[in-house]
């Protein structure tokens, strides 16, 4: 890539890499913040986006290095510019990919937290509505009528 190309490739693409950062760093707050607001889920989107950012800038400068019969036109430019702006799609959807793994495993873990809460109410609560007198988690059942058994022949 001549000189004069080199500014402006590598200007145009660290405009592209920081704004799709951003777009990715509010939408994964948001994402894995999810409807019960948890904490530290800005802190998992900061390390995701950043791992994002220093991928895309590190194929930004390999391309803007690699492939000199790529320099020279103006179609070598927007070529270039091109397949940048591919790996950068890629780059995305990976990052996509680890904020859904990352949101699916909070929304187990909360389910099954959920369950062990529901586990635990369930056992103080008695088995079934004692009989006015009767107190405690298994009351008796209330007897026969004139004590005879339902099934006496």
């Given amino acids: 890539m001549p000189d004069n190309e080199l500014p402006g490739f590598l200007i145009i693409g660290l405009i592209f890499v920081v704004a799709d950062g951003q777009v990715l760093y509010r939408g994964a707050r948001r994402y894995l ?5 948890r904490e530290g889920s800005g802190s998992v989107a900061w390390m995701v986006v950043t791992v994002f950012h220093l991928a895309a800038i590190g194929m930004l400068a390999l391309l803007a290095v690699v492939a000199p019969e790529w320099s020279g036109s103006a179609a070598a430019f927007v070529g270039r510019l091109g397949v ?4 950068m799609a890629v780059a995305h ?3 996509l990919s680890v904020l859904g793994h990352r949101r699916q495993d909070h929304v187990v873990e909360t389910r099954l937290r959920q369950r062990e809460d529901d586990h635990v109410d369930s056992l103080r609560e008695p088995t ?3 009989v006015p007198g009767q ?3 298994n009351p008796q059942v209330s007897p026969d009528l004139g004590d005879r058994g339902p099934y006496r022949a």
């Fill in 93 to 95: 959807v990976l990052t």
């Fill in 128 to 130: 079934v509505t004692p």
């Fill in 33 to 37: 913040t999810g409807p019960d607001a």
């Fill in 135 to 137: 107190e405690g988690r």
């Fill in 84 to 87: 940048f702006l591919l790996l």
